[in-house]
Nanobody
Framework: QVQLVESGGGLVQTGGSLRVSCAAS????????MGWYRQSPGKQRELVAM???????NYADSVKGRFTISRDVSKDTVYLRMNSLKPEDTAVYYC??????????WGQGTQVTVSS
């Protein structure tokens, strides 16, 4: 069973930075793409950033220029660096791994809270 284990969430002040990590139990090249979604109370889960196997990235408009997705293939780990954090970035951040066929894998989520 594939596992995605997130870490690195926490509490930060407005304008601060955090990096969250997602370690996969298999090679990240097993997936078509990997990325991050987030969900805050009362809202739908939304895409934050995604990176394909080939390295193409895609970001939500709300985080462009502030967040950066990256990966370390030697560690089968994907990262999300979040700078200039805002209170509206507060959410549970979920790691996502898109399979070539079928439903994606999800991590358990990590809480990011930005205080004003």
């Amino acid at each position: 069973q594939v596992q995605l284990v997130e870490s690195g969430g926490g509490l930060v002040q407005t304008g601060g930075s955090l990096r969250v990590s997602c370690a996969a139990s298999v090679s990240i090249f097993s997936f078509r793409a990997m990325g991050w979604y987030r969900q805050s109370p009362g809202k739908q889960r939304e895409l934050v950033a995604m990176m394909t196997t080939g390295g193409t990235t895609n970001y939500a408009d709300s985080v462009k220029g502030r967040f950066t997705i990256s990966r370390d293939v030697s560690k089968d780990t994907v990262y999300l660096r979040m700078n200039s954090l805002k209170p509206e970035d507060t959410a549970v951040y979920y790691c996502n791994a898109e399979k070539p066929v079928g439903s994606p894998f999800w991590g358990q989520g990590t809480q990011v809270t930005v205080s004003s």
